[in-house]
Every structure is written in C-alpha cells, then in structure tokens.
C-alpha cells in the first residue's frame, strides 16, 4: 500500500482513539444494524480503539433490543464523524457481545460509577413508562460506591471485529476519499476512491 494510503489508515485508527479518549471531535459513534425488515441506527460512546487488533468496543444493556439483533446479525456498519475536522471514518465490522465473561469483567471494572448506573435501571431499555423518568427512580436516595457490582448483571460489552474502513474528508477545495479492506493474512489494503 502506498505510503500515503498507510499514512491515512493509521490516523483514522488514531483519530478513533483520540475520540476514545474524548480528545476528537466526539466520543460517539452511529452504530447501524439491519433487523425486523429496518435498518436501525443507535449512538453510543467509543470506549475502546485497538489498531493492532482491529477492532473497536462499546457498552450496552444486555437487555436491550440491539443485542438480540446483533446477535441475529452481527454484521454492523459503524460512523464517527470529527465535526472539527469534517472527517467521517465508516467502518464495517462483525460484532460479538461478551455479558459475565473476562472481557465483560474488565471493561466494567474501567468503567467509572456514572456509567455504571446506567445498567441499574428496573425495566429494560425501550420499556415503556407510565410518565417520564429515567428507570432509576426506584432507587431513591441508595448510595453505591464505585466497587459496588450493582448493575452488572445488565451490562455487555460489543466488541467489533472491523473488515473495512472507509475515509471521507470533506474540504471546499475538494474532498477526498480512501477505502481500506483488511485482508486477514495480508493485513490491509488501501485505495483512492472518488469521493
């Protein structure tokens, strides 16, 4: 691959950890999955970016409705967008969730107390409520420490295997556009394309 093109897929692998890490233009990314006849857009927070690895990690409720639909399709379009520097990273990927495993284990001990909380909620995501709320109001004034395993049973890790990565900067003096494949053995190939 050309060095340009190798130049370009390790600072999209950059830019990812750097939104990780909430240094770029947004921690979130769109995670997009097909299911019940609908393609289906969630937003979620990047918590991990491994290069070396390829792949990429974010959070979930086990019990919400994406991780039966991943779990009937795991094959996921993914998009992050650096509004600073109009930078738009498209990755497609195949995902496994891991609920009570090692994996699981050690993102939730990374993870601080308020995202923890999240997973405390008394119904499952996209249950409905009889007025407006958060799920946690069952939990009145109950403190919890950051060593508390409270929520735990309800959290999941999705972590992306990424195949394909796309790069589109957008400029007023002209665009440009690259495509990469990971090509398992011989690791990954780049091209230009027309934006």
């Known amino acids: 691959m050309e060095a340009k093109l190798d130049n370009l897929l390790a600072q999209s ?16 990314i769109t995670v997009c999955n097909f299911a019940n006849n609908y393609p289906n857009a969630y937003t979620v927070v990047l918590r991990e970016a491994l290069p070396d690895r390829n ?3 974010f959070h979930t409720d086990i019990r919400s409705e994406k991780v039966s639909e991943i779990k009937s399709n795991p094959n996921l379009t993914v998009v992050y967008y650096d509004d600073a520097d109009h930078i738009q990273i498209i990755l497609k990927a195949e995902a496994a969730i891991h609920h009570q ?20 909620t ?6 409905p409520l009889n007025e407006e709320g958060s799920g946690l109001e069952y939990l009145g004034e109950q403190k919890f420490d950051d060593s508390d395993p409270a929520g735990y049973k309800n959290f999941a890790v999705v972590v992306l295997d990424v195949h394909s ?31």
């Open 13 to 28: 692998w950059e830019k990812l950890q750097q939104a990780k890490r909430g240094k770029a233009g947004s921690r979130y």
């Open 55 to 57: 792949l990429i990690i």
């Open 101 to 120: 495993d090692d994996i699981a284990k050690q993102q939730w001990q990374q993870s601080g107390f308020k995202s923890r909380r999240n997973y405390l």
């Open 122 to 127: 008394e119904h499952a995501p996209s249950s």
């Open 165 to 195: 990565l796309e790069y589109l900067q957008l400029n007023k003096d002209g665009n440009r556009r690259a495509r990469f494949k990971n090509e398992q053995q011989k690791g990954w190939a780049g091209e230009w394309i027309t934006p």
